[in-house]
């Protein structure tokens, strides 16, 4: 994670924003048909930055009128740029306005760029050691970072340090000037060296260092392992008056003489009349309502992403007023409460413990909002001295517990498996649960940020909610719920059901006009809420003798590979040091160096390593080190220690709002990261095991995703070969190489396989290539004719990249929609990464929901049995995992199998498997 110091000095590139918020959503006019969006985008960003790092220094420059030195340079500079829109040339005067009435210093220099002035002031702040946030979209001022220096695209949420820009672009901040320039830049007209994209660039660099150095030498640029190596010194001779001419139009100018210091950067008090006109002429009807309030916690940041209508969004905007909620501490008025629920159409439900973990977790109160600001908080545990008398938990939740149970009741929350699983404690089987807003939000845009509430109500109400660590403390020190002081855990509590409430009434009318994300949410999402409580809380019996036993053989077999690497390097050393790493692999053992660090020595990462690991024995030694060390700490350590003292049984957290897929993920433990190719992987699933009298169960869904590939290619050859239950990678090698089914090798078996995996995950010729250990011109022809004999996959695939570049987003079979911000990106790695996501994503996504609608079905067969011989106890990945007692294995099986392979129709049939022992890994 980018660690970003406190009130750091922050400077926009005011230019790079006007730009991008220009051609993002919303578009906005006001009344009197003036755009605005912009304006709003921009301005928008700033309050999101003020509000974030509360700075006490900023700085929005944009780019002064007239010519720079870089035209004087080179006369075509930016010459290839289409003039300005009209309006957006109209929205700078009043944007320069609000930024001045907001109180932040804006600067325009003439005869630079902003980038130079940003890039002086971020030296100058270096040199001071005072750290430096510079707020940008470009990616050319990736070379002004260093240990003071970090980008943030506010656009897209991220953040790049050092290491940051090292992963992102291939070579670190001192060579991105080097980047920039080999590459060239058409938009500004940087001529580059030509035929030098980004993947080639970075490999120069990386191969060889700098440009002056690659100069050094040219002899060697021929040995790089990149296309059109061999070719690449007489380009580099040709071209290299051009090249140095694109060097110094890359670099940032960092000695600008400008006519202040860094001391006259302080931000200024808002002048609060100006701003309001401005507002006013421009309709931001919200932040008017702010400015007019002149209340701290309303100014809070707004965010629209491209899935929300802003209007929807800005017509539920409310001022929240915390001093209505009510606290309920005698009987007539909880009585009083009960009776209003009854009546209620839909009522925001929370309740409020003294732990995360839902297995110890401790009910302390219970909230209810009816109505927007109309809430209530019902303490039943708070125990600091000098608490007040509350009404007894177990008389609350008896008198309660018809509503709860009831499923006309109609509730909604946010996170309700948690709510759900708490409640089970107490012999409450909560029902009525109808909407869930971490799952609204999710299911609206799964990638636009994250789905906690604090995150949703900055983020659709523009109000910022009280945050659990300014009520209870952080650290050590942090008070338990039940600690907090009534008073201030009443507002809290309260305010928490009645922001759940305002964000249902403003994401559920978006979510149900969006296609079928309705029905992906009621029909998919909803129901797994109570399924996946009820596997968690089952949880799963695990062998710690074996487990313990496992460690101690991991902890021979790491001792072993010490001995061996201590002996290939001929001296002891700390195989976990990167820099003691680094000079055996590289100084005393002369490997090559395929990627550097920002510092600019070598990598010893772990895609480094495992790539150096197919050719050499040394780090092979040390990628099986690291993967040992990995399962020992992660898994036969720590699975022993996360028994449940109560239930002797290992309870996980299955999370439904995380993976942009929509495929389920799971931590403490980490389910879906169990090794299964590995022996030592497969050994840990032994750990996992039946209870007396019970077997596991393992059902797979079977090649699920060539099976929807199949289905949405709608490609004859390949839904002929499932549907006559061919082995459909023979049936591909069949088809690739040309020979009969029954004469396939294995050999070619492999290689069609390695190309139906590689293009559901959009891999390349180059990187099929790579896998099968053949040359490029050889995997490109195993690509070409299987487009040739598959012409429906090709179809897709074309056809889902035009969808994805023209809506932004692709879907599953059932409508939920994945979005992909940088598919139109200028950005061509990042732009081809989401092609390739795009194509995937369809295939992975409806994975997701099949199991889940599994998952559904095969739960309410368990409970209309009504007896316990069955019971589903995990999900991994394509596979669910039950106890099932040993007599009825067989009978249960062959129905979870139909269960399962029913759970949706496509144009070939699913697939499920079965397998069972007295094991996980048996069950395989």
Not at 249 to 271: E, G, N, R, S
Not at 592 to 608: C, F, I, Q, Y
Not at 654 to 683: D, F, K, M
Not at 713 to 723: E, G, I, Q
């Amino acid at each position: 994670m980018v660690y970003i110091p406190t009130n750091p000095l922050i400077l926009v590139d005011g230019s790079s924003y006007l730009f991008r918020a220009y051609h993002s959503p919303p578009h906005l006019t006001n009344s009197k048909g003036e755009a605005t969006g912009a304006i709003y985008g921009v301005v928008n960003m700033l309050k999101s930055l003020l509000k974030q790092y509360n700075p006490t220094q900023m700085a929005v420059v944009f780019d002064a009128k007239g010519p720079t030195f870089r035209n004087e340079m080179y006369s075509d500079y930016k010459a290839n740029r289409p003039p300005m829109p009209d309006d957006l040339r109209n929205q700078i005067e009043p944007l320069h306005k609000i930024v001045q009435a907001l109180g932040l210093p804006l600067l325009c220099i003439s005869g630079v760029e902003a980038d130079d002035v940003i890039g002086t002031l971020a030296r100058q702040a270096s040199a001071a050691g005072r750290h430096t946030l510079i707020s940008t979209g470009d990616k050319d001022m990736a070379q002004l970072v260093d240990q003071h220096v970090t980008l943030i695209n506010t656009m897209t949420n991220t953040l790049l340090d050092p290491d940051a820009v090292q992963e992102k672009f291939g070579v670190g901040p001192d060579l991105i000037i080097d980047y920039l320039a080999l590459m060239g830049d058409k938009v500004d007209n940087i001529p580059g060296l030509p035929g030098v994209g980004e993947k080639t660039a970075a490999a120069l660099l990386q191969g060889l260092g700098s440009i002056k150095e690659i100069y050094q030498q040219l002899d060697k640029v021929g040995t790089l392992n990149f296309r059109g190596a061999k070719t690449m010194s007489a380009k580099l001779i040709e071209h290299e008056a051009q090249l140095t001419l694109s060097y110094q139009l890359a670099t940032i100018k960092c000695d600008v003489a400008l006519p202040y210091q860094l001391a006259d950067l302080q931000i200024k008090p808002v002048d609060k009349q100006q701003l309001a006109e401005l507002y006013r002429e421009c309709e931001f009807k919200r932040w008017l309502a702010d400015v007019l309030n002149a209340e701290p916690q309303q100014q809070a940041a707004i965010s629209i992403t491209p899935t929300v209508n802003a209007e929807a969004t800005a017509a539920v905007r409310q001022i929240i007023d915390r001093s209505q909620y009510q606290t309920i501490l005698t009987e007539s008025d909880f009585h009083a409460l009960i009776a209003h629920l009854d009546g209620a159409e839909l009522t925001a439900f929370d309740t409020e413990t003294t732990s995360v973990d839902y297995m110890q977790a401790e009910l302390v109160g219970l909230s209810f909002a009816t109505a927007a600001g109309k809430a209530w908080y019902l303490p039943v545990a708070h125990d600091y001295l000098g608490a007040p008398v509350q009404l007894d938990r177990t008389l609350v939740l008896t008198q309660l517990k018809p509503w709860l149970e009831n499923p006309d009741k109609a509730k909604v929350g946010q996170n309700m498996k948690y709510d759900q699983s708490v409640l089970a404690r107490y012999d409450i089987q909560l029902q009525g649960v109808r909407f869930d807003t971490m799952l609204e939000s999710y299911v609206l845009n799964s990638t636009a940020g994250r789905h906690d509430m604090d995150s949703l109500a900055l983020k659709y109400l523009g109000h910022s909610t009280i945050s659990f660590e300014d009520l209870a403390g952080k650290g050590a020190k942090q008070l338990t719920f039940n600690q907090v002081e009534l008073e201030k855990a009443a507002e809290y509590a309260a305010e928490d059901a009645d922001v759940t409430l305002r964000l249902h009434q403003t994401l559920w009318p978006q979510l149900s006009e969006q296609g079928d994300l309705g029905k992906v949410f009621t029909d998919i999402e909803l129901p797994l809420i109570r399924i996946l409580s009820t596997i968690e809380r089952h949880g799963v019996l695990i062998d710690s003798t074996l487990l313990a036993k496992q460690s101690e053989q991991l902890s021979q077999r790491i001792q072993e590979l010490e001995q061996q690497a201590y002996a290939v390097a001929g001296k002891t050393f700390n195989l976990a040091s990167p820099k003691q790493l680094q000079e055996i692999l590289f100084e005393q053992m002369k490997l090559p160096v395929l990627k550097k660090t920002p510092s600019g020595t070598p990598s010893t990462a772990e895609d480094v390593l495992a790539e150096l690991a197919l050719e050499y024995d040394f780090p092979k030694l040390i990628t099986e080190h690291r993967g040992l060390s990995k399962l020992r700490s992660t898994y036969t350590d720590k699975l022993p220690k996360m028994v449940n003292p109560v239930t002797g049984r290992v309870h996980t957290s299955y999370h439904q709002a995380v993976a942009a897929t929509g495929r389920l993920s799971s931590t403490e433990p980490n389910l879906q990261n169990i090794p299964i190719r590995t022996e030592e992987g497969r050994r840990i699933r032994q750990a996992f095991i039946a209870p007396p009298g019970k077997q596991i169960v393992a059902i797979d869904y079977s090649q699920i995703e060539l099976r929807i590939m199949a289905h949405l290619s709608a490609d004859k050859a390949l839904v002929d070969a499932f549907a006559k239950g061919l082995d459909v990678h023979k049936a591909t090698a069949a088809e690739v190489f040309g020979v009969a089914v029954d004469e396939v090798s294995s050999e070619q078996r492999r290689r069609a396989k390695a190309v139906n995996f590689g293009l559901i995950y959009g891999m390349s010729a180059f990187g099929l290539a790579k896998q099968l250990g053949i040359a490029r011109h050889e995997a490109q022809q195993y690509v070409d004719r299987y487009f040739e004999r598959f012409p429906g996959v090709l179809d897709y695939m074309e056809r889902t990249r035009k969808q994805a570049h023209d809506t932004g987003y692709v879907e599953t079979i059932f409508g939920r929609r994945l979005y992909l911000p940088d598919i139109n990106t200028r950005n061509m790695a990042r732009q081809k990464a989401a092609e390739r996501a795009a194509i995937n994503a369809p295939m992975q996504g409806t994975a997701a929901d099949i199991i889940k609608l599994a998952m559904i079905k095969v739960q309410d067969w368990i409970e209309q049995q009504a007896n316990d011989n069955v019971t589903m106890i995990m999900q991994v990945h394509d596979e669910l995992v039950f106890e099932v007692t040993t007599a009825d294995v067989a009978s249960v099986s062959k129905t979870l199998q139909d269960i399962m392979a029913s759970a949706a129709q496509l144009h070939v049939p699913l697939l499920a498997e079965a397998g069972s022992g007295a094991n996980w890994d048996e069950a395989h």
